[in-house]
């Protein structure tokens, strides 16, 4: 694997991957909206002669992004609950179409992997006990709903020459070049 996409580049998980990535010799294009600036990815990577930066949405992807790219790790959307409930429609339109877009883009291209960064929240409230990839789904947010009805479509995508991977991340928290200080643990 030599040739990763990141969506999301810009966000609190993508800077650190996109720093992480280039460190392990893997050239990376970086695609956001860049919100909150192309600054929080670093001197050391806006720099680094693997890097290319692509200022984008991703609904608005086409072929171009993904020629000669081994790996897609779609990290971008609205990242929380709170936004979510701002505009359900606008969540669903970014969260689940616009990762469908991405994983459809992708397969078409013929890159091998694609990464999704998916949510517990899928799981909303789940009472006693453990839970843990076979536990029933329960959204209870627009964030939730997005990613909980994303998850099929994209591994219904899988193939043998298509590999579907989704995680389930629990909130990520500490530091990062874009921090997050709408979490109470940051």
Known sequence: ???????????????????????????????????????????????????????????????????DIDVVFDLAGLSNDASGELD?????????????????????????????????????????GVVDEQSPLNPVSAYARAKAEVEPELLALAEPNFCVTLLRNATVYGLSPRMRFDLAVN
Do not use: W
Not at 7 to 26: F, K, M, P, Q, V
Not at 42 to 52: R, W, Y
Not at 92 to 109: D, F, H, P, T, Y
């Open 1 to 67: 694997m030599t040739n990763a996409l990141v969506t999301g580049a810009g966000g609190y998980i993508g800077t650190r991957l996109t720093a992480r990535l280039l460190e392990a010799d893997i050239a990376v294009r970086g695609l956001d909206r860049y919100f909150f600036g192309r600054n929080l990815l670093g001197p050391t990577v806006l720099s680094h002669p693997k890097f290319s930066l692509l200022q984008s949405d991703i609904r608005d992807v086409d072929e171009r992004h993904f020629e």
């Open 88 to 128: 359900p429609t606008l969540t669903n339109r970014i969260n689940r179409a616009g990762s469908l877009r991405v994983a459809e883009m992708a397969k078409a291209a013929g890159v091998p992997r694609y990464v999704f960064a998916s949510s517990c929240a899928v799981y909303g409230l789940s009472g006693e």
